[in-house]
Each structure stands twice: as structure tokens, then as C-alpha cells.
């Protein structure tokens, strides 16, 4: 099992290498979906609504991976040193700017398009869940972003973060579902 593991792990890294946006895309998109029907199971649900889950899918290939591999780019022309201050400069730039830009996307897109909300109730739900959904990225984000800074490779930054982000996609996609019940 090891085996194969280890080149599946050589086929993606030269995937990396030859088609670097490509790959991050396709990784972030599959992720993304991944994390939505995960937070389907652990919301409870007895039908997997895979529609929601493609809509996440498409989110994470079309927004999610080129955002950051575009980001991580221009990051490191920005701040190419590797020391200690440089690093947190880095993270405290991602964390007053992409960071709080994504999680705006993030609740406008599922409120949109993937929950299908008016425009009333996604503008009411970032009016009162975006201030806390922001705080508690502060608490997780700049943790994810130092370690992603601090010990990946540039070509690995991307991936490093939508794993992280599975974990948080979740988190927000429950709140989102949670916001569903509280109003119905």
C-alpha cells in the first residue's frame, strides 16, 4: 500500500511541476467537494445532495485553487526572504487581506449559489455571521499560515492550505446549515 501511495504521490508532484495551476485547481475543487459531503454527513443528512457538493467542487477549481496559486505567487515576489519577520509580515498581509476577502466569498457563494438564499437573507447572514466567522478564522488562519510560510515549498503551499481549509470549509458550510434550521 505504501507503493502506491508513494506514486501516486511522484504523479502529483510532477503534475505539479508540468501543469502547476491546473493541479491546484483540480486539488482544490476535489477537496472542496470533499469537505461538503462530509459536513452533509456530520449535519446529519440521510440523502448526499452531490448538486451542493459539485457546486463546492466547481467553487474550489474555479476560485479556490487559481486564487491560491496566484496569491502565493505574488506573496513570494513581495516578501522573498525567509526569516522570521519576513514571515510574519507575510502572514499578517495574508491574514488583513485574502484571508477576510475568501471567507466573504465563501459565505456569498454558498449563500447564492449553493443554498440558493435571496439576496435579503445572504445579505443578512454576512450583516451577522461574518464578524464571528472572521474572528474565529484569526484564531485558526494565522496558525495554518505561519506553518504553510514557515515549512512548505512554494509548489506545495496551495495544497498544504486546501487541507487546512477542508477542515474549515466544513466548519463554515455547518454554520451555514445551522443558520438554515434556526430560521426555518
Not at 10 to 33: D, E, M, S
Amino acid at each position: 500500500m505504501a507503493d502506491v501511495v508513494e506514486k501516486a504521490w511522484q504523479r502529483y508532484l510532477i503534475a505539479l511541476q508540468k501543469y502547476p495551476l491546473r493541479t491546484k485547481a483540480t486539488t482544490a475543487g476535489v477537496l472542496a467537494g470533499c469537505s461538503d459531503l462530509v459536513a452533509q454527513k456530520l449535519a446529519g443528512a440521510k440523502k448526499l445532495q452531490l448538486k451542493r457538493s459539485l457546486l463546492m467542487l466547481l467553487y474550489g477549481l474555479v476560485y479556490g485553487g487559481p486564487f491560491g496559486h496566484f496569491f502565493h505567487k505574488l506573496m513570494e515576489r513581495l516578501f522573498p526572504r525567509r526569516d522570521t519577520p519576513t514571515l510574519v509580515k507575510k502572514v499578517l498581509v495574508e491574514q488583513l487581506t485574502s484571508g477576510p476577502w475568501n471567507n466573504f466569498v465563501f459565505m456569498l457563494y454558498m449563500g447564492l449559489l449553493v443554498e440558493g438564499w435571496p439576496w435579503r437573507l445572504v445579505k443578512n447572514k454576512l450583516r451577522t455571521d461574518y464578524p464571528v466567522v472572521q474572528l474565529n478564522a484569526w484564531r485558526v488562519w494565522p496558525v495554518v499560515s505561519f506553518i504553510n510560510y514557515y515549512y512548505m515549498p512554494i509548489h506545495l503551499r496551495v495544497l498544504f492550505h486546501n487541507l487546512a481549509a477542508v477542515c474549515w470549509g466544513t466548519f463554515l458550510i455547518l454554520r451555514s446549515t445551522r443558520a438554515i434550521k434556526q430560521a426555518a
